[in-house]
Nanobody
Framework: QVQLVESGGGLVQAGGSLRLSCAAS????????MGWFRQAPGKEREFVAV????????YYTDSVKGRFTISRDNAKNTVYLQMNSLKPEDTAVYYC????????????????WGQGTQVTVSS
């Protein structure tokens, strides 16, 4: 298992940007595929983006393509989510998670989760 701590959330106006960070500790971070998910009030947890262990492969849900960028720095045991052109519908608690699979957009295939960071986008 790996321990994950998210940071970087906050309140931003529509059209603004935020960068989320997820710091990992514990077992070898570079061996895990990392994902970002989000959950809005009253809604199910939703896949946002995933990055392979090497950083060479990424995948995004359609609603964030062209606006969000996932990246990782294995030397710093950290994964990032750069969010640009934010919209009110991006408002949610954002979670990072780790999986041993090569890639996945299914939350139940992730074994380690952070506590989440709130992102609120005002119109």
């Amino acid at each position: 298992q790996v321990q994950l701590v998210e940071s970087g959330g906050g309140l931003v106006q529509a059209g603004g940007s935020l960068r989320l960070s997820c710091a990992a500790s514990g077992r070898t971070f570079s061996g895990y595929t990392m994902g970002w998910f989000r959950q809005a009030p009253g809604k199910e947890r939703e896949f946002v983006a995933v990055i392979s262990w090497s950083g060479g492969s990424t995948y995004y849900t359609d609603s964030v393509k062209g606006r969000f960028t996932i990246s990782r720095d294995n030397a710093k045991n950290t994964v990032y989510l750069q969010m640009n052109s934010l919209k009110p519908e991006d408002t949610a608690v954002y979670y990072c998670a780790a999986t041993s699979l090569p890639s996945s957009s299914w939350y139940y295939e992730y074994h380690s989760w952070g506590q989440g960071t709130q992102v609120t986008v005002s119109s």
